[in-house]
């Protein structure tokens, strides 16, 4: 279900490196975490000297408060120092997703019941409560391997290719990534190029967009198969050494989408104009008043990304920003500020701060009147594409164990805190039709070279 790839981009993606997952070819990230490398390398932590083996290994908890989502994953990143220069970097990810979700209905003042998405059953929700489906679970296995050649002391290229598997989605991704540094290795100019092929194979299959949810068990009126999506992501980087204690990062990203874009999954509550539910009487029969959503088939996207990390005599003050938007209407604003503070032995505590905004897509809205469904053409009331407001606050201690492995561990507690884009009609006066979602992360990890 699409929840294991976006809702992870929503929520999780600018809270750890690895869950990155939703990117899973992106050329940002990659670029990202070249330079993160290149930044600490002044820094005390564990590092390599020669470089030969180093495997980091972490375990990531995450769960929403009220029963929501929760995810533990397993990462293991492994490189190989072939030659100088020349690198092997291997990736492995097991993700195990369960909970309760919600997929678009708002509350009322009756109890809601909807259809599984399987078809062949039905669940309900009391009255007053946020609809959540509380069979929710899955699992995800994700690998990647890059490979960098150098042609030169100056000039590299970096190819990747990743997969991602899960119950009822694919993921197939490629990438080539050249970097060259000035004469003096001062500056490093980067251009990046990715290509994702992705395939849905949803539960029960694929919803008719803008069709009222059937009652399960009966005809589900012409669900279809797999469908398919692709994105070509290009990137732009430089680093520039600012002097000896400083270094900078910009990237330019560009991205194109096209395809299959819909959730398959989510729908939005029909109402009238008092805001209980449509009645029987006006739906087809066997239906439900709900309608299955339907986005755009083509998404752009521009990134605009700012790193700084300054050393200090011995702590290390790493800040950035990231602007996003997108042809969908959403912009974004990111700031991140991390802090490493040495205790002295070999221990550190890196405090974490995130502020995250964003406006809400064009076509994003917590519920449809009856009366506009004729005249609909994209909707949806998935909550990530809402106006809403991100802040994380966390703290990482870390020690060396000795010259050549580090243990690390990481707490961060999330609040997103939605926009209400629509009148609260009659029906949900009184009632939360968008509350905020609360999270803890809590993540081990364990690097060690040789």
């Not at 375990?59 to 408060?65: G, N, R, V």
């Not at 029963?67 to 492994?78: A, D, L, T």
């Not at 990231?322 to 040495?342: A, K, Q």
Request: hydrophobic share 30%; net charge negative.
């Amino acid at each position: 279900m699409q929840l294991k790839n976006t809702q992870r981009e929503a929520n999780l993606s600018t809270q750890t490196n690895k869950v990155d997952n939703q990117n899973k070819t992106s050329i940002k990230s990659k670029l990202t975490m070249a330079t993160c490398a290149l930044l600490q390398a002044g820094a005390p932590a564990a590092q390599a000297e020669t470089g030969d083996w180093n495997v980091d290994a972490a375990t990531l908890y995450y769960s929403e408060a009220d029963g929501r989502v929760s995810i533990f994953e397993p990462v293991v990143n492994v490189s190989k120092q072939i030659n100088e220069d020349e690198y092997l970097k291997f990736k492995l990810v097991y993700d195990v997703l369960t909970g309760s979700t919600p997929y678009g209905a708002v509350p009322t003042t009756t109890t809601q019941t909807f259809t599984k998405p399987s078809g062949n059953g039905n669940y309900t929700t009391p009255a007053g409560e946020l609809p959540l489906n509380s069979s929710f679970r899955d699992t995800r296995v994700a690998g990647g391997v890059d490979w960098t050649i150098p042609f030169d002391r100056l000039k590299n290229i970096t190819f990747g290719g990743n997969f991602s598997k899960e119950y009822d989605f694919n993921s197939l991704a490629a990438s080539a990534t050249y970097a060259q540094d000035s004469s003096d290795r001062n500056r490093t100019y980067t251009v990046g190029l990715g290509y994702t092929s992705d395939t849905w194979d949803p539960v029960g299959g694929k919803n008719p967009e803008l069709t009222y949810m059937r009652i399960g068990g009966t005809d589900q009126n012409g669900k279809g198969g797999t469908d398919s999506k692709t994105t070509t992501d290009f990137m732009l980087g430089l680093t520039q050494v600012i002097n000896r204690s400083t270094i900078m990062q910009f990237n330019l990203g560009f991205s194109n989408s096209s395809g299959y874009l819909t959730d398959p999954y989510r729908f939005i509550s029909v109402l009238e104009s008092d805001g209980t539910l449509t009645p029987d009487s006006n739906i087809p029969t066997d239906a439900r008043p709900y309608l299955y959503e339907k986005r755009p088939d083509t998404r752009s996207r521009n990134t605009f990304f700012w790193r700084t990390v300054h050393h200090l005599n011995e702590d290390v003050v790493n800040v950035s920003y990231r602007y996003f938007t997108d042809d969908w209407g959403i912009n974004s604003h990111t700031l991140d500020f991390r802090y490493r503070y040495e205790l002295g032995g070999s221990h550190y505590l890196q405090p974490h701060l995130r502020y995250y905004t964003q406006s809400s897509a064009d076509f994003f809205a917590n519920y449809l009147l009856e009366s506009n469904v004729a005249t609909t053409d994209f909707i949806s009331a998935d909550y990530r594409l809402s106006e809403f407001v991100g802040t994380t606050i966390g703290l990482k201690y870390g020690f060396e164990i000795d010259k050549n492995s580090e243990f690390t561990i990481r707490t961060e507690f999330m609040n997103q805190t939605y926009t209400v884009q629509d009148e609260i009609l009659a029906e949900q006066q009184g009632l939360d039709i968008a509350p905020d979602l609360n999270a803890v992360i809590f993540q081990v990890g364990f690097n060690i070279h040789w």
